[in-house]
């Protein structure tokens, strides 16, 4: 019988070879991850014209910013989960991408707060079907013993959007100042910020169509599913609520470190563009570019993150993929607190980018984690859960509470830089401890789902 890298007995549907089709796949994901974030992220780059035509506060820019997005992102991501888990996941995330798109080009239509703060909450809603849906295509199609690898290639595309944001946004956005002013057929005369934000809108309906060129795969039952089945409906219960209550304790400490990280990784890719335009005066065009080269190396770091996971994982640490990301906020957490300390722009980005190497992977971990312990007719509404939490705290409550402590606490725009440092600084200490905690959870929880799997092959002819 094949074996894994833990040495474990897995069936013929682990040992599968992945090939070109199973990549190809992941290119399809990432390059419709890479546009979410391109749509998400563009607003932020926008925030002085935006403020200028429609004379917005930052607290208002901050609901954008948050609120508007989140919070229909985590509450949709539910029952898109649920949709994730019964339905061909393809058609999903082509509704998700035509949605997303359309309210983006709405964007450029909008002339009021009110119109805006609709818009988003539409890229929220369109947005959230991608990742419960490209996670669950993932487990499906891998081996776990590469499933980090490929979750990681898959997450790189999150810094790849947030690259081409910064760098495609900031020449987008120079090339629609000299249209300023233009009277366009349906919409009149619009400003720079409104044609940008149709420009990164528009391709979103063609790219939605990539979904179909690549297969569904089969959806792979994790070993011991029938029985935990069997188990929960005598206990009154669903597979999830099983599932949670049998690892209700590490469930709860992974809410409460990675939702920590969100909030820090929210809170700078919101705020940083306006961060670096007030305290060191760079424009879109200057800071762009440098964002986008931070973004990048920020996203090589990934793969190289999940190869060293996958490896530890392989020599018999089952807890490595939260001991290891310990060991990474440990090392990049200095950085975290230093960044808003320095009068120097280009030590800053360097300082951001190695804290971006401990904010920007933290779904790796959460999805590879998922894998190992759920089964599928859970992961898709398990992710979604996860997601609903770390969106609404993390790019809801985030974004808002550095608007609200710069607008009411220090009631000057030039403090946003300590704003931020006090939200930032202090999440990241709550999620260092909180994973230290869940370490003694998670070993245990992976040598029970390993010992279900051998049983459950054992019995397999």
Not at 177 to 185: I, R, Y
Request: proline share 4%; net charge positive; glycine share 10%.
């Amino acid at each position: 019988m094949a074996q894994d890298v833990t040495g474990t007995p897995v069936k013929a549907a682990d040992a599968r070879d992945v090939g070109f089709n199973s990549w190809w796949m992941v290119a399809v994901l990432f390059g419709l991850y890479v546009f979410s974030w391109l749509d998400r992220l563009i607003l932020s780059m926008l925030v002085g014209p935006i403020k200028a035509d429609l004379l917005l506060s930052d607290f208002q820019i901050s609901l954008l910013l948050g609120p508007a997005f989140a919070v229909f992102y985590a509450v949709f991501g539910i029952p898109l989960g649920w949709a994730v888990d019964r339905y061909a996941r393809r058609w999903v995330v082509f509704f998700g991408v035509t949605l997303w798109a359309a309210a983006t080009v709405a964007t450029g239509f909008a002339r009021s707060f009110e119109a805006l703060l609709l818009a988003r909450i539409a890229v929220g809603i369109g947005e959230a079907a991608l990742l419960p849906a490209a996670y669950s295509l993932l487990a499906d199609e891998f081996p776990r013993n590469k499933l980090t690898l490929a979750t990681s290639v898959f997450q790189m595309a999150g810094k790849v959007g947030s690259a081409a944001a910064f760098g495609l946004g900031g020449l987008a956005i120079a090339y629609a100042v000299t249209l300023d002013g233009t009277d366009w057929p349906f919409l009149g005369e619009a400003a720079a910020w409104h044609l940008v934000m149709i420009m990164v809108g528009l391709p979103g309906f063609l790219l939605a169509l990539a979904v179909f060129t690549f297969r569904e795969p089969p959806r792979r039952e994790a070993a011991g599913v029938t029985a935990m089945a069997a188990k929960a409906r005598a206990q009154g219960g669903g597979p999830l609520t099983a599932f949670v209550r049998a690892n209700w304790q590490l469930v709860s400490l992974m809410l409460v470190s990675f939702s920590g990280l969100a909030i820090v990784g929210y809170t700078l890719t919101s705020w940083i563009p306006t961060y670096i335009g007030r305290a060191f005066g760079w424009t879109p065009l200057q800071y762009g570019p440098a964002l986008s080269l931070m973004n990048i190396i920020a996203a090589v770091s990934l793969v190289v993150n999940g190869r060293v996971v996958d490896y530890l994982f392989g020599r018999g640490m089952k807890d490595a993929h939260l001991r290891f990301y310990s060991w990474l906020l440990l090392i990049t957490g200095p950085a975290a607190l230093f960044m808003f300390l320095t009068g120097n722009a280009w030590l800053f980005l360097v300082l951001y980018c190695i804290v971006q190497f401990a904010t920007v992977p933290f779904m790796i971990y959460v999805s590879s984690i998922v894998a190992l312990l759920a089964p599928n007719m859970v992961r898709g509404r398990l992710i979604a859960g996860f997601l609903f939490c770390f969106t609404i705290l993390g790019l809801g409550a985030g974004p808002a509470m550095v608007g609200a402590i710069t607008d009411f606490v220090f009631q000057d725009e030039a403090r946003i830089g300590s704003s931020m440092m006090i939200v930032v600084v202090s999440c990241f200490v709550v999620a260092f401890i909180a994973m230290r905690a869940a370490l003694r959870y998670l070993a245990p929880a992976v040598l029970r789902a390993e010992s279900a799997a051998a049983g459950a092959n054992a019995q397999t002819p």
